[in-house]
């Protein structure tokens, strides 16, 4: 009796283990086996397009909700087959909708889900994001952030209904983002014999926002932990979606062996699958150059957009760069220094199969600078609390308290500096500084990365007041307390008058202004770049 048991148990398991690569059909729903040695078997529903059972090695990962497009599609016309190209076998799902289609494509002996998204307009069913709601208790764990998105266990709500409390800490899904630049894979993990669940997109070249966006990634949330990959959502937005696009590919990978990485992902496959929208490498071209202007000791990066796509890449410490692959079309062009904006050329053409050849320069001019404090770079790097707000809420008492500062030019350290400004919370912060003699007529820039209900500075001279600038363009929701900084980057040039500064003492007072209100840290305010006086 026991050998038979002992025999039933092995052949149990060397069916999940060792199953037929294929689809077949249950009722309303499709039942897609990846045929690899770690067995990866999910269903996917026929009715909705929403994968509502994912096993990997026999072990049910899927939460109560479903992993789905969105919010789910509701409904959707759903066809599976079987399909060969160059000799290897695919499963290919297509979800049709009004306004997109969905695909998810298995590759035999894989445990991935490859994906990708077409849609003709943004859909009405929420945010285009793909979402895999994951049991927590076999999946806990978030990479690469760790506990900081983690919300499961919450004992109070600080902000809205994302940014609570857990063991003392702030925490929100929205501090599990990474920069597009930097991205490799962002994963959830757990159980003995550990598994890891990851996204990896190769590139986003159909999202919006540039190389430096960023967005959730994912959050234990108790009841499931999600893991993300968002394509287009309104989180500090500062560009128009793109529509008629192929978003992806992008790959759901199921690991025994570690965390993925980016770089060995390949999808070129799928130019044998017929995906709407999908330009393989041979339909694109490049562009290389060189970038000047710019010190080695700034990250150089160069960035390309048009209505439809977007690339960027990082220069080497020489300036010389060459794009990733490119569909046809014409671009405009930037370079940043960090990531502040310093240059920007249009009308740069890209051709199937060739690389244009492009340099471009930095437009900073030299300027006698009389102090600067911190680094034209797009980033609020160095200042009070920037080592901390990406992953923790301004409240939170890891934070160095919030309060006016008075920073004195030649002996506070760049850390007593704010990085943001809060209309009353720490407004206003005073610069004192000593010069050796009266300047003249000189120019104080304030260089600023995000901008929340309308807050922008005003800048008094000693007793001179300059006007107060116009309100910046409204970037419709939260940032510094979801981890954001990047926005517009408005620059702030304040002309002084000659006579207004003076040989000795002097002291400039910047102020957070708004017409708007609010409470406590969702107060109008603003995130400094950085602040410089020249002549």
């Given at each position: 009796m026991m050998l038979h048991l002992l025999l039933f148990s092995v052949l149990a398991f060397a069916s999940s283990v060792f199953a037929a690569f294929g689809f077949t059909k249950s009722g309303s729903n499709y039942v897609v086996d990846a045929g690899s040695s770690n067995a990866l078997v999910f269903t996917v529903n026929g009715g909705s397009c929403d994968i509502t059972s994912i096993k990997y090695r026999g072990t049910e990962l899927q939460a109560s909700g479903?992993?789905?497009?969105?919010?789910?599609?509701?409904?959707?016309?759903?066809?599976?087959?079987?399909?060969?190209?160059?000799?290897?076998?695919?499963?290919?799902?297509?979800?049709?909708?009004?306004?997109?289609?969905?695909?998810?494509?298995?590759?035999?002996?894989?445990?991935?889900?490859?994906?990708?998204?077409?849609?003709?307009?943004?859909?009405?069913?929420?945010?285009?994001?793909?979402?895999?709601?994951?049991?927590?208790?076999?999946?806990?764990?978030?990479?690469?952030?760790?506990?900081?998105?983690?919300?499961?266990?919450?004992?109070?709500?600080?902000e809205g209904s994302d940014v609570f409390i857990v063991d003392g800490e702030t925490r929100s899904k929205f501090y599990s983002s990474t920069r597009f630049i930097d991205k490799d894979a962002q994963c959830v993990y757990g159980g003995s014999d550990v598994i890891h669940v990851c996204v990896l997109a190769p590139h986003p070249e159909s999202s919006s926002g540039g190389p430096f966006f960023r967005d959730i990634e994912s959050n234990n949330a108790g009841e499931a932990t999600n893991l993300y990959w968002y394509m287009n959502s309104n989180h500090v937005q500062t560009e128009a979606y793109r529509t008629n696009v192929l978003h992806g590919p992008y790959i759901l990978t199921f690991s025994r062996s570690g965390i993925p990485k980016l770089r060995d992902a390949d999808t070129s496959f799928f130019s044998g699958l017929s995906i709407t929208g999908y330009v393989p490498e041979s339909g694109r071209g490049h562009v290389s150059g060189t970038a000047s202007g710019i010190s080695s000791s700034f990250q150089i990066v160069v960035h390309w957009y048009n209505t439809e796509a977007q690339y960027w890449a990082i220069a080497s410490s020489n300036g010389a760069f060459t794009s990733p692959a490119m569909k046809p079309g014409t671009y405009t062009m930037v370079l940043y220094q960090g990531e502040y904006k310093v240059a920007t050329a249009t009308g740069v053409s890209v051709s199937a199969g060739k690389t244009t050849s492009k340099n471009i320069a930095s437009t900073e001019t030299s300027r006698n600078s009389l102090w600067k404090i911190g680094e034209f770079d797009g980033q609020?790097?160095?200042?009070?609390?920037?080592?901390?707000?990406?992953?923790?809420?301004?409240?939170?008492?890891?934070?160095?308290?919030?309060?006016?500062?008075?920073?004195?030019?030649?002996?506070?350290?760049?850390?007593?500096?704010?990085?943001?400004?809060?209309?009353?919370?720490?407004?206003?912060?005073?610069?004192?500084?000593?010069?050796?003699?009266?300047?003249?007529?000189?120019?104080?820039?304030?260089?600023?990365?995000?901008?929340?209900?309308?807050?922008?500075?005003?800048?008094?001279?000693?007793?001179?007041?300059?006007?107060?600038?116009?309100?910046?363009?409204?970037?419709?929701?939260?940032g510094v307390t979801r981890g954001a900084y990047r926005g517009y980057g408005e620059v702030y040039d304040v002309s002084i008058p000659s006579g207004t500064l003076v040989a000795g003492s002097n002291t400039i007072t910047i102020t957070s202004i708004s017409g708007s209100s609010g409470s406590t840290f969702l107060n109008p305010n603003f995130i400094f770049d950085a602040v410089e006086l020249f002549t």
């Open positions: 479903a992993t789905q497009l969105s919010s789910g599609l509701g409904s959707a016309t759903v066809k599976v087959e079987s399909v060969t190209a160059s000799s290897v076998n695919y499963v290919k799902v297509t979800c049709t909708t009004s306004t997109l289609t969905h695909y998810m494509v298995v590759k035999e002996g894989e445990s991935n889900i490859y994906l990708a998204t077409y849609i003709k307009e943004e859909p009405s069913v929420g945010e285009l994001r793909f979402i895999a709601r994951l049991k927590s208790s076999v999946l806990p764990e978030e990479y690469p952030y760790g506990k900081v998105s983690t919300t499961s266990g919450s004992s109070a709500t600080v609020p790097t160095g200042f009070l609390n920037a080592d901390k707000f990406l992953r923790m809420h301004p409240s939170d008492s890891r934070m160095t308290a919030w309060k006016p500062v008075t920073y004195t030019v030649g002996s506070s350290s760049l850390n007593q500096f704010p990085m943001a400004l809060f209309q009353t919370v720490n407004n206003p912060v005073t610069i004192k500084f000593t010069l050796s003699s009266a300047p003249g007529a000189a120019t104080l820039r304030i260089a600023t990365t995000l901008s929340f209900s309308g807050a922008r500075p005003q800048a008094q001279v000693n007793s001179w007041t300059a006007a107060a600038p116009p309100a910046p363009t409204k970037i419709d929701s939260r």
